[in-house]
């Protein structure tokens, strides 16, 4: 008999997006009934996803959302958040629970001491043992974005481009210092040569205002601010070569098989959050200053460089980028 059970992870883009193989080995390989609880924010990457049954909404009040989940009975939970308010939730639903081990003692001690005690495991094959208990095993199928038909961006119609000719560029992420610099990008746009579309949240408005201040060869366009998720995914899809940040954008592109280049800040790859391609052949690269002393100095980011001199993206070769770039899809 099927199970039913309650995945946990409240947010955020990327994280969620990095959950989708432990959805689909449970609904493919056991028939489980899969029940998502996150916020309102991320609902969409999960309603979209055939490997989940129901999403719950996490709201201000968490009783609300416990009493609608006393209701569903679970034979299971698996909290891949592991925090207080999911350690509340699973003592008030009273179901066998199985918590995801974060690390936070060896990220502390990379930050503050920069003494690797890290494995050398991604985050999702680290989920996917946090349910291994349950019979399942790792299919090595990558990750999982549905973007629904409705959100398909005609990218002739919106930018003028050529689907597949373009390059897009993520010029942001939740921290600045996980982010180039907007006369880094602006070289960028220059150095690439081609048609370049750039994406990003309506918080990085103004960055992307100063960044085509005197662009007026007509090759660089901008869908910063303008697009939800799904439709900047949909661009995504259509690109020739991503140039991404440490960002749930970076995580998208992985799940649509997308060839890409990774800039990184004051964030490693050792963290376990790169690119996750399972067993598919798919091209990318990272940019990173490995020889930095400050460097990670903090597992996510600050809104400035805490030291002042931002050399770990400062120091980048835009040109290696825009190069590495345009191998990628060649």
């Known amino acids: 008999m099927a199970k039913k059970i309650l995945i946990i992870r409240f947010s955020s883009i990327g994280d969620i997006v990095l959950t989708t193989p432990v959805l689909r080995v449970l609904k493919q390989q056991m028939g489980a009934e899969v029940h998502f609880l996150t916020k309102q924010p991320f609902a969409a990457i999960l309603e979209t996803n055939p490997n989940v049954d129901k999403v719950y909404i996490l709201t201000e009040d968490i009783n609300d959302v ?9 034979d299971a939970i698996v909290d891949l958040h592991h925090n207080l308010r999911s350690q509340r939730i699973k003592l008030a639903l009273g179901k066998p629970a199985t918590s995801f081990a974060k690390l936070n003692v060896q990220k502390w001690v990379m930050v503050n001491f920069h003494i690797d005690q890290l494995p050398s495991v991604h985050i999702v094959d680290r989920y996917l043992e946090t349910i291994a208990h349950l019979g399942v095993d790792k299919d090595e199928q990558g990750l999982d974005f549905y973007i629904p038909q409705q959100s398909n961006v005609d990218i002739q119609k919106q930018f003028g481009f050529e689907p597949g000719q373009y390059c897009s560029i993520v010029i942001g992420a939740a921290h600045q210092t996980k982010c180039m610099t907007t006369a880094q990008i602006r070289l960028l746009c220059s150095a690439l040569n081609m048609p370049v579309v750039l994406l990003g949240g309506k918080e990085e408005m103004e960055k992307v205002d100063i960044i085509l201040t005197g662009i007026t060869s ?42 890409q280049v990774v800039v990184w800040g004051n964030t490693i790859p050792k963290f376990g959050m790169y690119p996750y391609y399972g067993n598919e052949n798919v091209k990318w690269t990272s940019f990173e200053r490995v020889d930095l002393r400050c460097r990670p100095c903090s597992k996510l980011g600050y809104e400035r460089c805490p030291k002042g001199h931002f050399k770990c993206m400062l120091e980048h070769n835009i040109q290696a980028i825009a190069t590495a770039a345009l191998e990628l899809d060649s």
């Open 66 to 74: 416990i009493g609608e989940l006393k209701k569903e009975e679970y």
């Open 218 to 259: 007509g090759l660089v366009k901008s869908g910063v601010g303008q697009l939800s998720i799904m439709q900047s995914a949909s661009v995504l899809r259509q690109s020739g070569p991503i140039i991404t940040h440490d960002t749930g954008m970076m995580h998208i592109a992985a799940a649509l098989k997308k060839p």
